[in-house]
């Protein structure tokens, strides 16, 4: 087994008797789906059903637990504690003492699940210790995830600018269309069943290294097509016009820019 400490990402605890309805009636994925084995991928949106913040959340015991961007940990939890009001739960950083992981295989111990946005990620996990295993590098993760065609938080989606569709969200199982209100709900819906998409993050691949974050994508006429997030080798992901996804693309250096399907 290989296995990766996600150093950019931390821990919240949600506890108490309300803390399942409080989440359940913010973030966009239902939380009856989770249970032992089984995480989901969730966001807190804007009412505009535009990316806040994205996480990935694991029950222990009557608890949850909440993998989250690191760097914005402070101002998640400032948001949470606006909806709390008078809610009965408490919510606990624990990033000192809990870490996330990525592994290939199933560890014998800590809260380890399935990764819930694609397969071919492995399992994702929180733990409060390192579980054994060889080291998983960081740049062969990196280039898996972005093959896969996954964002990772705000390094891929600008965040109150990308609608949660944008970010691929159906495909990757962070949303769901049945669980009833959530905010940003009613936006997102209507994305989903009275408009088609604009644009949209797709992984990308090129010949070369040379890719660049933020680095502008043309079509073949000149015209800008969308933009590159972020870059491992030859793999990016894009935020990218779906009109010109048929086109031929390359960067303003000549470099081709494939979609990877």
């Known amino acids: 087994m290989k296995i990766l400490q996600l150093e950019n990402r931390g821990v919240f605890r949600l506890s108490g008797p309300e803390a399942f309805s409080f989440l359940q009636g913010l973030v966009t994925n239902d939380l009856n789906l989770i249970k032992e084995g089984h995480a989901v991928y969730a966001a807190l949106l804007t009412p505009q059903g535009k990316f806040f913040y994205d ?12 993998d989250v961007e690191a760097d914005s940990k402070q101002d998640f939890y400032r948001r949470l504690m606006l909806y709390k009001l008078r ?7 624990i990033s000192d003492t809990h870490h996330v992981f990525a592994a290939t295989e199933q560890p014998s111990s800590g809260i380890f699940a399935p990764d819930p946005r694609h397969s071919d990620l492995g399992y994702r996990g929180i733990t409060d210790h ?9 740049p062969d993760y990196e280039n898996l995830r972005l093959r896969c065609g996954v964002p990772d938080g705000s ?10 569709l944008e970010t691929d969200a159906e495909r990757l199982n962070g949303v769901s269309f049945t669980k009833g209100c ?9 994305m989903k069943h009275r408009t088609n998409l604009k644009k949209r993050l797709v992984p ?16 073949e006429s000149g015209k800008k097509a969308g933009t590159l997030r972020t870059v491992s080798g030859t793999h ?17 250096n000549g470099t081709a820019i494939s979609i990877i399907d």
């Open 236 to 252: 990016a992901l894009a935020y990218l016009r779906l009109e010109y996804i048929g086109d031929n693309l390359s960067l303003e």
């Open 87 to 93: 809610a009965d739960l408490t919510i606990t950083d």
């Open 130 to 138: 390192r579980p054994e295993g060889t080291a998983l590098s960081l």
């Open 182 to 190: 959530y905010i940003g709900q009613e936006l997102t819906a209507r």
């Open 204 to 219: 990308v691949s090129s010949t070369d290294e040379s890719l660049e974050t933020g680095a502008d994508i043309l079509t």
């Open 55 to 66: 996480m990935i959340i694991f029950k222990d015991g009557d608890d949850l637990l909440l």
């Open 155 to 164: 390094r891929d989606m600008e965040r109150e600018k990308y609608f949660w």
